[in-house]
């Protein structure tokens, strides 16, 4: 359906309310691209255009609507968080479980304070130290969703080996601390820890790496692939499909946790 389309669906099916009418392809243009809010009663208008009938659809929309203009804790930070890293911890806030393929660095969730700090400090070159700082706490401000008390986060990571043998010049305990951390963390019932070794046989790990967040309820999943100017989106079934299908095989591919935790503690 298009825009216009859409126009006319809603000028014709919502009763002629006074609202319906106002109903413009403009108007939706700037809803459907996120420069415009939507109230709870324009949802249902919309639902019933588009012919939405799914009662899970409907009330996961319905509830997205009333929680559009709720500030997240992150908006504090929107002087050193770019808006799309923002979006990004808005979608984690929200999600049900995140998959995480780390060949390069361990996953943000799980990481220390130093080693977040190290980390950051190397990739954001033109960051100050005081923004590498605020970086850093919001680095483990997010991990909150690991641990919150209604439904916390299912996180399954699958970390390369040669992550966890990279060392910090000068700062040996960085990477020490880092590792008791995940040893520690590959026990709590929510999270899934593997290793991949640096001896299998390749694998889709070898495209690079890339994050599955997945969503309660009809909310389809997204794919979040980092960069040095932030994350950049995979959305669509089909597309977000092939990356579901790579985690499988890259699991399939790395230790089992139990092994997992025993190359870690060997390490440290």
Same mark, same amino acid.
């Given at each position: ?8 669906? =809603? ?18 243009? !700037? ?11 324009? $949802? ?7 012919? $939405? +009938?799914?009662? *899970?659809? /409907?009330?996961? %929309? ?9 500030? *997240?804790?992150?908006?504090?930070? /929107? ?11 808005? %979608? @984690? ?5 995140? !998959?995480?393929?780390?060949? %390069?660095?361990?996953?943000? &969730? =799980? ?7 190290? +980390? ?6 033109? /960051?100050?130290?005081? @923004?590498?700082?605020? &970086? ?16 916390? &986060?299912? %996180? ?8 966890? !043998?990279? !060392? ?13 951390? =995940? =040893? ?5 019932? +929510? ?20 994050? &599955? ?26 597309? $977000? ?6 985690? *499988? ?16 503690? *060997?390490?440290?």
């Amino acid at each position: 359906m298009t825009l216009d389309a859409a126009a006319e669906a =809603l000028n014709a099916t919502a009763n002629g309310s006074a609202d319906a009418r106002r109903w413009t392809a403009p108007k939706l243009s !700037r809803i459907e691209n996120a420069n415009a809010t939507i109230r709870t009663t324009e $949802v249902e208008t919309l639902l019933r255009a588009y012919a $939405v +009938t799914d009662p *899970g659809t /409907r009330i996961a %929309l319905e509830g997205l609507a009333k929680d559009a203009g709720k500030r *997240g804790w992150w908006q504090t930070y /929107r002087g050193v968080v770019a808006p799309a890293y923002a979006d990004y911890i808005s %979608l @984690e806030s929200d999600a049900e479980s995140v !998959r995480d393929y780390a060949p %390069l660095v361990v996953p943000g &969730l =799980l990481q220390t304070a130093d080693y977040a700090r190290e +980390t950051i400090a190397a990739n954001a070159v033109a /960051r100050t130290a005081a @923004e590498v700082d605020a &970086l850093a706490e919001v680095r483990l401000a997010r991990q909150a969703v690991l641990t919150r008390s209604c439904h916390p &986060l299912r %996180l399954w990571a699958v970390i390369h080996e040669a992550a966890l !043998r990279r !060392r910090f010049t000068g700062r040996p305990g960085v990477m020490a601390a880092q590792l008791r951390r =995940l =040893l520690d963390v590959a026990d709590w019932p +929510t999270v899934t820890l593997q290793v991949m070794p640096i001896d299998t046989a390749p694998n889709p790990g070898d495209a690079g790496a890339f994050t &599955l967040v997945a969503f309660p309820g009809p909310m389809p999943d997204v794919v979040t692939q980092e960069n040095l100017l932030g994350p950049s989106y995979v959305e669509g079934v089909d597309d $977000v499909t092939v990356f579901a299908d790579a985690f *499988g095989h890259i699991v399939d591919c790395a230790l089992s946790t139990d092994a997992t935790k025993a190359l870690i503690a *060997g390490l440290v």
